[in-house]
């Protein structure tokens, strides 16, 4: 006889959650509500409308970035529970904010599209590191996993050579450069700054910020604009500087969603693997600069994010919102 699945129980929706909002969110706006019903084991995704940046993300896309990031790290977590994650994304056209269901189905023998390989363990180690990195050189193996992971969530990784991450890192640097000189672009970012002693879950602090390149060469963003006040000195930084830009070959809302999941993939890979990540999004936030930011003869190629990577320090802890508001 038919015998309906048992609802979810709190424990499990407790875990579910709190492994989804772990996920990086741009300038740790976390723009996402997320609705449960454990009688239906469905989870519905939500935006929301005042966690974001209209002058950084006027289209929203960063903002689905780190919304399919959250979705990532909650399929992961259903796995890792003996659930089966059946993903929707942009289920319901009549309601756009609506980002994405997740119905949990089973017990089931896993996702087998989504082997763990420690990357649940990875989701709570996972953090970005602004700090220096060692220069040593990541395994080649290593990096193939973290292509084939982006790919695996229906996005590319294009790893550019010496003289490729020099362009990218430079459409960077020009990026920086408009916003310092824009400021409502700065205040727009430094709203989104903790000072110590903060008790707002969301934003970044001050402690999770990292000191600029002292031979200038990595365009890290610049939080605090000009402001006065004690800045981090200056530090040397890998002189070989590893990055992997992720990309789609369209550009929809589903799109940004599914970069989000991969690239929440690939960080965890990387992270699974003891390296650190670190992301420098500035270019894309510039319509012609993330136009020449593609992959040169890449043809439809839609870049979303650069990632840094490599061995060093964690970065500082930030902290995480309830998630259901
Ligand atoms: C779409 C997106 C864009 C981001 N852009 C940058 C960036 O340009 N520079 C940076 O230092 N961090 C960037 N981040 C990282 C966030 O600031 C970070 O995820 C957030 O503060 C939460 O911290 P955590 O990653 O340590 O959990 C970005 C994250 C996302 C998802």
Known sequence: MYAPSPALDRATVESLLGAAVAAPSIHNTQPWRFQVDPRDRLVEVHSVPERTLPLTD?????????????????????????????VALLPDPSEPGLLATVRLTGPSVGDDRLPDHGLYAAIARRRTSR?????????????????TAAHAAGARLYLPDFAGTRRLLRLTAAAEARNHAHPDRTAETRTWLRTPGSDIPYGIPVTALGPPDAAARIPMRDFTGRLPGPRLPA??????????????????????????????????????????????????????????????????????????????????RTPRDDPRG
Do not use: K
Request: proline share 7%; charged share 20%.
């Open 58 to 86: 006027p289209t929203h896309r960063a903002q689905h970035l780190s919304v399919g990031a959250a979705v990532f790290n909650l399929r992961l977590a259903a796995v890792h529970h003996g659930l089966r994650p059946e």
């Open 235 to 316: 530090l040397g930084f890998e002189r070989h500087v590893q990055t992997a830009l992720l990309w789609t070959s369209h550009d929809r809302r589903e799109d940004w969603l599914r970069a989000g999941q991969a690239l929440q993939y690939v960080l965890l890979t990387a992270t699974a693997h003891g390296l650190r990540t670190s992301l420098l999004h500035q270019a894309m936030e510039w319509p012609d600069l993330r136009r020449a930011a593609a992959m040169p003869r890449g043809g439809r190629c839609h870049p979303h994010i650069l990632i840094r990577f490599g061995y060093g320090r964690d970065g500082a």
């Open 131 to 147: 700090l220096p990195f060692t220069g040593r050189p990541v395994p080649d193996p290593v990096v193939a996993e973290m292509v």
